[in-house]
């Protein structure tokens, strides 16, 4: 059992590069999220999705894009990297609109941008 | 929009003593609680959750949190701490069942002392 795989684990980039982070997941979940942790600060949504093709914006969006082309895969991109995206990156998942509702964390990727 | 206040940043424990992390919540909503661990460069792992009912939950690993809607409260306990139990700790609200976005807390270490 996979559950949710994310690549790479670790990751460094100079400022101005543009780099994707890949998510996927085994469990057939309607619903994926990219969150980002910070010392301190806890973790902040970034973007989720619902299901296949609708992708929305969380607390923290700017800077990063999504897209959500099969149920399966949720990428993350940085479009232009900063120092201020320098953090641990968290994909999760879930059932959609399910009491169940608890989120599957995959094993985070740590980016540093220099 | 949903959070959580977690209002220490770490709670030392002796080993066999109780322990307790504590949360508040702020939601419009009727309250979906979780309590997450993280161990060292790991992902979020869930330990319990508060849908509906009994407002003690149990959990995993021996945790269990109490639910106080007065209060808007989730404190999470153990009877008797491990030294294994050390790591950091997530408290998460989602507002009900139309809406998957987990709120987190900043997180509260959780250090064990032998």
């Known amino acids: 059992n996979a559950g949710v795989t994310q690549t790479p684990k670790f990751q460094v980039l100079k400022t101005g590069q543009s780099m994707t982070l890949q998510c996927a997941q085994d469990?057939?979940?309607?619903?994926m999220s990219w969150y980002r942790q910070d010392p301190g600060m806890g973790l902040r949504l970034i973007h989720y999705?619902?299901?296949?093709?609708?992708?929305d914006q969380g607390e923290v969006p700017n800077g990063y894009n999504v897209s959500r082309s099969t149920t399966e895969d949720f990428p993350l991109r940085l479009l232009s990297a900063a120092p201020s995206q320098t953090s641990v990156y968290f994909c999760?998942?879930?059932?959609?609109?399910?009491?169940?509702?608890?989120?599957?964390f995959g094993e985070g990727s740590r980016l540093t941008v220099l | 929009a949903q959070s959580v206040a977690q209002p220490e940043d770490q709670v030392n424990v002796a080993e066999g003593n109780p322990l307790t992390v504590k949360c508040t919540y702020s939601?419009?909503?009727?309250?979906?609680l979780f309590w997450y661990v993280q161990y060292p460069n790991r992902g979020l792992q869930f330990l319990l959750k508060?849908?509906?009912?009994?407002?003690l939950v149990k959990g995993s690993y021996g945790f269990e949190a109490e639910f106080n809607k007065s209060q808007t409260s989730f404190h999470l306990k153990k009877p008797s701490a491990l030294v294994s139990d050390s790591a950091l700790y997530f408290c998460?609200?989602?507002?009900?069942?139309?809406?998957?976005?987990?709120?987190f807390g900043k997180g509260n270490q959780v250090v064990v002392i032998p």
């Open positions: 999705s619902v299901g296949a093709g609708i992708t």
């Open positions: 939601v419009s909503g009727n309250p979906y």
């Open positions: 998460a609200v989602r507002d009900g069942a139309a809406d998957n976005r987990l709120a």
């Open positions: 508060y849908i509906t009912g009994d407002n």
């Open positions: 999760a998942s879930s059932y959609f609109r399910q009491d169940t509702g608890e989120l599957f």
């Open positions: 469990m057939n979940h309607e619903y």
